[in-house]
């Protein structure tokens, strides 16, 4: 664990892998597939026992684990919700998760959980009350914590400054990390007419620690939605190209929650970003 | 922790009642549509419309209200297929609604979602049908037993059979995915019909009034329900609210006569000893 903002965490690279799902974990635990490692979403195993804990026990025995959760809610006006924490921290000391992840995003307000990732008007006001919260959870759980671009549906007349700047804003006060989503980045700047290419620029890959690639779904009206649902876009590949090449090598996961495929089909695309893990200084954007 | 800031607290109330606003229900089918005309005009001033795509801010946000009910629908849809089969699509859309309207999720996990439906269904007079709060009562039994811990098994294997009999003496503690659910129609049954999926869409009718007891719990990595006859299930009712195993014979005993009384005294030693290997029974508590 890093004491300040100004020390950076060597995560080590994973590899490749997929966030496990329901309709894969039998095929999982029959067969033991090669996979470098999961990522779970750490709610659904906050639980007090059931097939899902008891699959995860079996899962963690082959193979690494690294959480992200959903519903930590770090940019609501709620307080920190320290019994989520505190099942959270016994579940990361359990899996071993070598950092944990959440959104920078709120999804409770007065104590009504919404159920989804909202976003905020970004100023230097809320980037600042972000992140003094997220230092408070890191220090908490005394392992690293990587917060998530979102991706958005709406943005705010009041925003201040870009999304990245928001962003690694609140990384650099909180002295907490990236979990980068190429496919969020590319949603968003779709759907708020910037350049992606711009938002690449601007960040500080030592500060990733994990990356997702996922599909996404264009509504009728144009807007992207960030659905999980279909194959990464080839755009979004090769973003990933470029900012695989700046972390220097980072552990990926594609994320796939609903038309599944068969494991093996998404892990055939999950292994679609090895033909884009190019160690090159020269790779453009 | 840092102070909030106000303009923070206020957007969000603002934007978690816009995205929240209850859907309007258009026919029987659950066809709907936003209604955005409910949104806080500050809050859309807020938003930047897409004027290259005829988006307005109320358009962008009412994305937010679809998916927020869409989930929450989705959830309950997949919790709940026989209730929503009871009342047929629309109702059940609306019921949903109107309970999450009344009780707003408070935690983190969509498996909670429903945990105060049937307390709900009983207070509101469109809902509060028999039929319906019974149904919602069992399948709320199934999410607690697929979720409930499991505690360690009761082993009598290194035990004789009369030692046995005298472990039974003592409290009997249960797992805690077990419960005991009575009903006045076969639900259970009509569940399964209601989950198979080469059974057509549409209502499904209630059959005629009859009593049926099960136990619900979960075997393996999934929840099943277990036919119990009615001194079973009083037996199992009066051990599971902690009566001594003589107490809760007697308890059965008392409200049957002598044919019932010797029915039962033949068949208790088996009916423990299936419970047994059904996992049902946990070790004490050391
Ligand atoms: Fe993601």
Not at chain 1, 72 to 79: E, G, P, R, V, Y
Not at chain 1, 191 to 211: A, E, G, M
Not at chain 1, 213 to 226: C, K, Q, S
Not at chain 1, 231 to 240: G, I, L, R, S, T
Request: aromatic residues 12%; proline residues 5%; contains cysteine.
């Amino acid at each position: 664990m890093p004491e300040s903002h100004t020390m950076t965490y060597q995560a080590k690279n994973l590899g490749i892998g997929i966030g496990l799902r329901v309709p894969h974990i039998a095929h999982i635990i029959a067969n033991k597939p090669d996979v470098d490692f999961f990522e779970i979403i750490s709610e659904n195993y906050m639980v007090d026992g059931g097939p899902p804990r008891e699959n995860l026990d079996r899962i963690l025995e082959h193979y690494p684990v690294v959480q992200h959760g959903v519903s930590l809610s770090i940019a609501s006006a709620d307080d920190l919700d320290f019994e989520y924490l505190k099942k959270l921290k016994a579940l990361c000391r359990h899996t071993q998760t070598p950092w944990f992840s959440d959104h920078l995003c709120w999804t409770r307000c007065n104590s009504h959980n919404y159920h989804d990732l909202l976003p905020i008007p970004y100023t230097e006001e809320y980037a600042d009350f972000i992140a003094a919260k997220a230092k408070i959870v890191q220090d908490y759980m005394e392992i690293p914590f990587a917060l998530e671009n979102l991706s958005t549906y709406v943005a705010f007349e009041n925003s201040q400054m870009p999304e990245w700047e928001f962003y690694q804003r609140v990384i650099d006060k909180a002295g907490v990390y990236m979990m980068f989503d190429v496919n969020n980045v590319y949603v968003s700047a779709v759907n708020h007419q910037f350049d992606p290419v711009d938002y690449l620029k601007h960040i500080d890959y030592s500060r990733v620690v994990q990356c997702h690639v996922a599909g996404h779904t264009e509504l009728p009206n144009g807007t992207l939605l960030d659905t999980h649902n279909d194959h990464v876009k080839d755009v979004v590949w090769e973003m990933y190209r470029y900012v695989y090449q700046q972390t220097g090598g980072v552990s990926t996961i594609l994320e796939w929650d609903a038309d599944f495929l068969t494991f093996d089909e998404t892990m055939a695309e999950a292994a679609i970003a090895r033909k884009f893990q190019i160690q090159d200084k020269n790779v453009q954007v | 922790m840092p102070t909030i800031p106000p303009s923070l607290l206020k957007l969000q109330q603002q934007f978690g009642e816009a995205i929240s606003t209850p859907l309007e229900l258009l026919d029987e089918d659950a066809n709907f549509r936003m209604r955005t005309e409910h949104y806080d005009l500050s809050l859309v001033k807020l938003l930047v419309p897409r004027e290259d795509l005829g988006l307005s801010g109320m358009d962008r946000l009412a994305t937010y209200n679809q998916q927020y009910w869409f989930r929450l629908l989705s959830t309950m849809q997949e919790e709940y297929p026989l209730l929503a089969r009871l009342t047929g699509p629309g109702v059940f859309a609306q019921l949903v609604m109107d309970y999450l309207q009344q009780f707003p999720s408070n935690s983190a996990s969509l498996r909670d979602l429903s945990r105060l439906l049937v307390t709900y269904m009983s207070m509101d007079s469109h809902y509060n049908r028999a039929s319906w709060v019974q149904a919602a009562e069992l399948e709320y039994l199934y999410i607690h037993a697929f979720d409930a811990g499991r505690l360690p098994v009761l082993d009598l294997s290194h035990l004789s059979p009369e030692q046995q009999v005298d472990q039974l003496a003592l409290p009997i503690r249960f797992q805690p995915d077990l419960r005991l659910f009575s009903e006045s129609w076969n639900l259970v049954e009509l569940r399964m019909l209601a989950r198979s999926e080469n059974d057509p869409e549409g209502p499904i009718l209630i059959p005629a009034h009859a009593q049926h007891h099960w136990a619900i719990y979960r075997k393996e990595h999934y929840v099943t329900a277990e036919a119990i006859g009615v001194f079973q299930y009083q037996l199992l009712d009066a051990l599971m609210q902690g009566k001594p195993l003589e107490d809760a014979v007697n308890h059965v005993v008392e409200q049957t006569d002598d044919h019932g009384r010797a029915f039962m005294q033949e068949r208790l030693t088996s009916w423990f000893d299936h419970w047994r290997r059904l996992g049902w029974f946990a070790q004490p508590d050391c």
